[in-house]
């Protein structure tokens, strides 16, 4: 199972830009046209209309050359089977069909025990990142219910594509918020509102993709998918602060505070709704962490001796975080 990402610098400037990277291919184009048609199905018939349509992608977009993967983040990547480009038409726009495919293939074929609110807001935030570009209306698409969770699932196979999930998330809370940049540079308050509330929608979204990674056991985590994490099968320190996308997204937080603080009283309601989300997707982060015995000891990333456990790391990380956002 691979997932083909753009690198986090090469990604779209806001959810319309024009750049070929994030401009759909022509097949992109069709396919995402079919989806949105796909809603005047019924929801049985939809559900399958859409994995067929959708596994109908190639492996990779064409006109695409692999780069260098940056260093820090090589091991990290190589370990969830994401390569990195900078060209190709639709980039962007693969990655997250692909990420929409493999969600609906696991929750149709192993379950969930996500809400249903939780669910949509999952599928509804990668439909949308699908629809801006070309306008189409694909965020209308039916959202096909999940079977309830079989705890026979691939505990493997679920860590890898909940994470592919979440990379794809994280990439588009970057476009959001490249486009939240833009929208106050050009002093543009309605294009900064739109990235906002998008922003703050693909956090709620990752907020769920957090727990829908870890619907498996604890046991199962501490038998399978943590050795999987550990030297020799990885380098020591192994973690997802080495994400290249994560990274980004730190740095970029940290650019965007001035502009934060400097904006109009009327997006404060945005500016509160994206402080809140932020927090709880950290909420669930903890929550998964604390599910795996994170409450209890130290991350991958650190020494056993340490007496700080990985769920009091994540709580410092939130603090410090959304104070940053909140400025």
């Known amino acids: ?181 833009s929208a106050c540079d050009m002093g543009r308050p309605e294009e900064g509102r739109s990235a906002l509330r998008l922003a703050a929608r693909l956090l709620d979204a990752s907020a769920a993709a957090f727990v829908f990674t870890a619907e498996f056991s604890s046991t199962q985590y501490q038998h399978r998918v943590r050795p999987s994490m550990e030297p020799p099968s990885v380098p020591a320190g192994f973690s997802g602060l080495l994400s290249p996308d994560h990274q980004h997204l730190v740095r970029m937080f940290a650019r965007l505070r001035p502009v934060l603080r400097e904006l109009p009283a009327g997006l404060s309601e945005e500016h509160r709704s994206l402080t809140r989300a932020l927090e709880t997707t950290y909420e669930s982060h903890k929550y998964v962490c604390g599910r795996f015995g994170g409450d209890r000891s130290a991350s991958l990333r650190m020494s056993d001796t340490t007496d700080v456990c990985a769920v009091e790391v994540i709580d410092r990380l939130k603090l410090a975080r959304t104070r940053a956002v909140r400025t």
Do not use: K
């Open 1 to 181: 199972m691979s997932l083909v990402l753009l690198h986090p610098t090469a990604l779209p400037s806001g959810p319309a830009d024009p750049d070929r990277t994030a401009r759909p291919g022509p097949g992109h184009r069709a396919m995402i046209r079919h989806l949105a048609q796909i809603r005047h199905l019924d929801q049985p018939g939809a559900a399958a209309q859409v994995l067929d349509r959708l596994r109908r992608l190639p492996a990779a977009p064409e006109g695409m050359t692999f780069g260098a993967a940056d260093p820090g983040g090589a091991a990290y990547d190589r370990f969830f089977g994401v390569s990195r480009t900078s060209t190709g038409q639709g980039v962007f726009q693969h990655s997250v069909l692909v990420a929409y495919r493999s969600l609906l293939e696991e929750g149709f074929s192993y379950g969930t025990r996500l809400s249903w609110a939780e669910w949509s807001s999952l599928c509804t935030a990668l439909q949308t990142m699908l629809a801006d570009p070309i306008g189409d209306g694909a965020g209308s698409l039916p959202i096909p219910e999940p079977r309830l969770l079989r705890w026979h699932l691939d505990p493997d196979r679920r860590w890898r594509v909940g994470h592919h999930v979440f990379f794809v998330l994280t990439q588009s809370l970057i476009v959001a918020l490249n486009g939240l940049s």
